[in-house]
């Protein structure tokens, strides 16, 4: 059983389309980041989310976290090409020294 | 920016040879870790270290595996005998502190035949 489960596993779709992916636990997390990775590169964070509730805007990206910090959701309005890659989201466990990631959505954005 | 380097970033070895996989965390960061990628799958945690030791390990990490920051700088991991199910991606990471965001290098892509 994953600590994360992210849905949709794959996703395709076309320049201008509107999306959502997910991120579900049925532990309860004092944090929750999302972070993108590109082809060929480490990943990057995006966003930390913190308390219940909480919606955060990155352009065109809007991510929530769940009232109940189990999860959290990441939309994208009017995709484009450069929104290409894998979106994870992670959590610290432990004693906040191990990121633990989930199991990832890979973003296809065409033209 | 400061980044997170890795060296070398394609590492090709025969079945049951040692690699040392190099990474240059930021320099003021205080935690190091490194992931593995295995292609298509998702990123898992193999290890961290704080303070000249391991602070968290997973599974993963068995006998074969160790980790070690030789001067100040670099933070390596070495992988004793190498199998064929190594073959992945391995990226370093490092973060300022406790439950801070992690910066990752480009990671290392290493087959092994």
């Known amino acids: 059983t994953q600590l994360l489960e992210q849905s949709p596993q794959f996703l395709s779709i076309q320049e201008g389309e509107n999306l959502t992916v997910y991120c579900n636990s049925s532990?309860?997390?004092?944090?929750l980041q999302w972070y993108r990775q590109e082809p060929g590169e480490g990943p990057v964070l995006l966003v930390t989310?913190?308390?219940?509730?909480e919606v955060k805007k990155l352009k065109r990206l809007t991510f929530q976290f769940g009232d109940a910090r189990k999860d959290s959701s990441l939309h994208i309005t009017a995709a484009q090409p450069g929104d290409t890659g894998l979106y994870l989201c992670?959590?610290?466990?432990?004693?906040?020294?191990?990121?633990?990631f989930g199991t990832g959505t890979q973003l296809k954005v065409e033209l | 920016e400061p980044e997170v380097t890795q060296t070398p970033s394609h590492q090709v070895t025969q079945m049951g040879q040692e690699v040392i996989l190099r990474c240059v965390p930021i320099s003021n960061h205080l935690y190091f870790y490194w992931y593995r990628q295995i292609l298509g799958q998702k990123v898992e945690f193999l290890v961290s270290f704080y303070n000249n030791e391991i602070s968290e390990k997973s599974e993963i990490f068995d006998d074969q595996f160790s980790v070690e920051r030789p001067d100040g700088s670099n933070f390596t991991l070495k992988i004793r005998s190498t199998k064929l199910e190594d073959s992945a991606m391995y990226f370093c990471a490092s973060s300022a502190g406790d439950n801070s965001p992690l910066h990752f290098g480009n990671g290392t892509r290493l087959t092994v035949t």
């Open positions: 992670a959590v610290f466990t432990g004693g906040g020294n191990k990121l633990t």
């Open positions: 989310v913190v308390t219940g509730g």
């Open positions: 532990s309860v997390f004092s944090s």
